[in-house]
């Protein structure tokens, strides 16, 4: 499960999640903060940006503001989620829209291991933190998590003096207004005809849109929006598998069962079972 945030984003600029039990997974999606993610136990993929990176126990993985990303964390039990509003970065620093922020243990710098170890170190120190509640436990955590933000900006950001923004505000627009019809309509059989006819546009024109910004073909989104929810009801209810796939639009068992255990990490059974 995720526990509720520690604060409200748009308040404090910061939100702290503290998420245990397997079975964490996100299809591709963006956001406007900036996010950093810490396993704690256990080991999973994130793809950023159509390439996956490997996070083991002690890796952190920072994203940056609108950067399309998969969390693919069936197998880690223990994470800590920290989401850091532009907005209200701002009033720290007042550019805060120039500089870029990217990090992974996988493209780490030499000269920044030393940042990368500091703020691992750092990180450590908020699970106790909100496991043992002492008076101003919520002071401390976003202590902590504005001076990772600190680390963040001065070793993991890059400045980019010229920001064009206007053009993916756009693209982004239209993929919000996209996936919000899906989220609303996944049960059903929707198809590439029926879903580009809805936004006015052409069959090819909707699947070359969509591929190139999501990172993933229309068919095959819809069908891991549809597992997220599968794996909830499998964990939540007692309705059969094949029942709960069906309801959640799924009519091809046999690519249910192939595309469950690729992001799962096993079987449906499996889980019911555990």
């Known amino acids: 499960m995720i526990y509720e945030p520690l604060f409200k984003l748009e308040r404090t600029g910061v939100q702290i999640h503290y ?10 999606h963006w956001h406007s903060a900036i996010e950093l993610i810490y396993v704690l136990n256990g080991n999973g993929s994130i793809m950023i940006d159509g390439k996956d990176y490997l996070v083991v126990a002690g890796d952190f993985v920072v994203l940056d503001s609108n950067q399309m990303h998969e969390v693919k964390a ?7 989620i920290i ?55 919520r002071l401390k955590s976003q ?8 680390e963040l900006l001065n070793h993991f ?73 599968i794996y909830q009801d499998i964990c939540n209810t007692q309705k059969g598998i094949l029942e709960i796939a069906e309801e959640n639009g799924f009519t091809n068992y046999k690519l249910f069962n192939r595309m469950f255990h690729e992001i799962y990490g096993c079987s449906p059974r499996d889980v019911r079972k555990k």
Do not use: W
């Open 19 to 28: 998420y245990t039990g397997k079975g964490k997974y996100n299809p591709v």
């Open 74 to 80: 069936a197998n880690a039990s223990m994470m800590v």
């Open 83 to 137: 989401h850091f509003s532009r907005n209200s970065m701002k009033n720290y620093v007042s550019d805060i829209e120039k500089y870029r922020f990217f990090c992974t243990r996988e493209k780490l710098k030499k000269e920044q291991l030393e940042a990368y170890l500091k703020i691992c170190e750092m990180l450590k120190g908020l699970p106790p933190m909100y496991v043992m509640h002492p008076v101003g436990y």
């Open 143 to 150: 202590a902590i998590a504005m001076e990772v933000f600190f």
């Open 157 to 229: 950001a890059t400045r980019e003096e010229h920001v064009q923004t206007s053009e993916r505000n756009t693209i982004l627009e239209r993929l919000g207004e996209i996936t919000e019809y899906i989220e609303l309509h996944y049960k059903e059989q929707i198809s590439l005809e029926e879903i580009a006819s809805h936004f006015y546009l052409s069959r090819e024109y909707f699947s070359r849109f969509f591929k190139q910004n999501m990172g993933v073909n229309f068919l095959r989104y819809v069908n891991q929006v549809r597992l997220m929810h």
